[in-house]
């Protein structure tokens, strides 16, 4: 079963930085576009950043200039750098895959941004 396995989730102060991390099979990462959403208790999953397999990244507007998504090709990762969180950043993270036939979705990776 082909899976995308996350990791750096965790328990941070308002302010602080984590970085995100999933990994994804080779024969699916190239050619995909990758991307973080997120999910806070009682609201709906949403788009937190995306990068296509051309390198072209989109960000919802509440994590612009705080967080960035990159991609390493050699690894088949995808990052999403966060810095200067913020409480309202308190969600569980999941990682996204898009390929033309199908998506996979991530675990999910918890955030708790709290002092």
């Known amino acids: 079963q082909v899976q995308l396995v996350e990791s750096g989730g965790g328990l941070v102060q308002p302010g602080g930085s984590l970085r995100l991390s999933c990994a994804a099979p080779g024969s699916i990462f190239r050619g995909a576009t990758m991307g973080w959403y997120r999910q806070a208790p009682g609201k709906e999953r949403g788009l937190v950043a995306a990068i296509t397999n051309g390198g072209t990244t989109n960000y919802v507007d509440s994590v612009k200039g705080r967080f960035t998504i990159s991609g390493d090709n050699a690894k088949n990762t995808v990052y999403l750098q966060m810095n200067s969180l913020k409480p309202e950043d308190t969600a569980v993270y999941y990682c996204?895959?898009?390929?033309?036939?199908?998506?996979?979705w991530g675990q999910g990776t918890l955030v708790t941004v709290s002092s």
């Open positions: 996204n895959l898009k390929r033309i036939l199908f998506e996979l």
